[in-house]
């Protein structure tokens, strides 16, 4: 078990371009994350999937993002004509099914950058 | 609207001592409150979880208290080394939804 793994570790676009992150979580964990953070300040919640199923959204993500988890396996989370205040490091996280408050595993992350 | 505060400011502390860091809460009431630890460029790193109905949690020589009345925990490195230097957030759940909610964080310096 290697942990949480992400890609690409950092991007760098154009505005207007589209991107996409690819997160792999821990193999036996059934649910996974996508937070968002900016330098300064502390990991923010874009959205969350139990398997295959994406059951809670930010109201703060914009309908430029999308995620999705095909096979409850890993996840993709695309922004698409990505705007200047879309710079931020992307974080993936998973978490066993069990119980309520259990941990979360974090990947090192997806830092974009957007020109 | 819900908010969490933790000290923006960097906290220095010298080798040895121990350091309390403060989160602070209105407009919730969680039912569990976890710790993380985050080095630059890194994900966050789990510490430590305490449920609404503890009033202390100890791993090592860290400790985590949840005043539920104040709104408040307190996360406590005891015999702090250089190697604890780095950036502790907190954050809170509720049994509504899966999503934790996290504090900015509080960045720690230990001096040698």
């Known amino acids: 078990d290697t942990g949480v793994s992400q890609n690409p570790r950092h991007k760098i676009t154009k505005r207007g371009q589209n991107v996409t992150f690819r997160c792999d979580p821990i193999?036996?964990?059934?649910?996974l994350y996508w937070y968002r953070q900016t330098l300064g300040q502390g990991p923010e919640f874009l959205t969350y999937?139990?398997?295959?199923?994406?059951?809670?959204k930010s109201r703060l993500l914009s309908d430029r993002f999308s995620a999705e988890r095909p096979k409850g396996s890993f996840s993709t989370l695309e922004i698409q004509r990505t705007e200047q205040g879309d710079s931020a490091m992307y974080l993936c996280?998973?978490?066993?099914?069990?119980?309520?408050?259990?941990?979360?595993?974090f990947g090192e992350g997806s830092r974009l950058t957007v020109l | 609207s819900q908010k969490i505060e933790q000290n923006s400011e960097a906290l220095n502390i010298q080798e040895g001592k121990t350091a309390t860091l403060t989160c602070n809460y209105t407009?919730?009431?969680?039912?569990?409150l976890q710790w993380y630890r985050q080095d630059p460029g890194r994900g966050p790193v789990f510490l430590l979880l305490?449920?609404?109905?503890?009033k202390e949690k100890r791993k090592e020589r860290l400790k985590v208290t949840f005043d539920t009345t104040l709104k408040q925990s307190l996360f406590h490195i005891t015999a702090s080394q250089p190697a604890d230097s780095a950036t502790y957030l907190c954050?809170?759940?509720?049994?509504?939804?899966?999503?934790?909610?996290f504090g900015s964080g509080t960045r720690l310096q230990v001096q040698p």
């Open positions: 996280a998973s978490s066993h099914g069990q119980g309520v408050t259990g941990e979360l595993f």
């Open positions: 193999s036996e964990h059934n649910r």
């Open positions: 999937f139990q398997n295959e199923a994406q059951l809670e």
């Open positions: 407009n919730y009431s969680p039912a569990y």
């Open positions: 305490i449920r609404e109905n503890e």
């Open positions: 954050a809170l759940g509720d049994t509504g939804r899966r999503a934790l909610t």
